[in-house]
């Protein structure tokens, strides 16, 4: 993880799916789970979707407060 990565994760929005047009960081952790279980998508959409789980699931989601805010 870089801080580019939580850049997208903020810049990203979701291509396809349920919440389309959403940004990976504002994904409910229920969906993101889905995916833990499921399986990431591959490529760069997967990777962030992953980062995010992760934040997520570790209660970490609020390092991305400061990016918002810059």
């Known amino acids: 993880m870089n801080s580019e990565d939580l850049e997208r994760l903020l810049t990203t929005a979701m291509p396809y799916g349920k919440y389309k047009g959403h940004l990976i960081a504002d994904l409910p952790?229920?969906?993101?789970?889905?995916?833990?279980?499921?399986?990431?998508?591959?490529?760069?959409?997967?990777?962030?979707?992953?980062?995010?789980?992760?934040?997520?699931?570790?209660?970490?989601?609020?390092?991305?407060?400061?990016?918002?805010k810059g």
């Open 29 to 68: 952790g229920r969906y993101l789970n889905w995916f833990a279980r499921e399986g990431f998508p591959s490529g760069e959409i997967g990777r962030l979707l992953a980062l995010m789980q992760e934040l997520d699931h570790n209660g970490l989601s609020s390092l991305l407060d400061p990016l918002r």
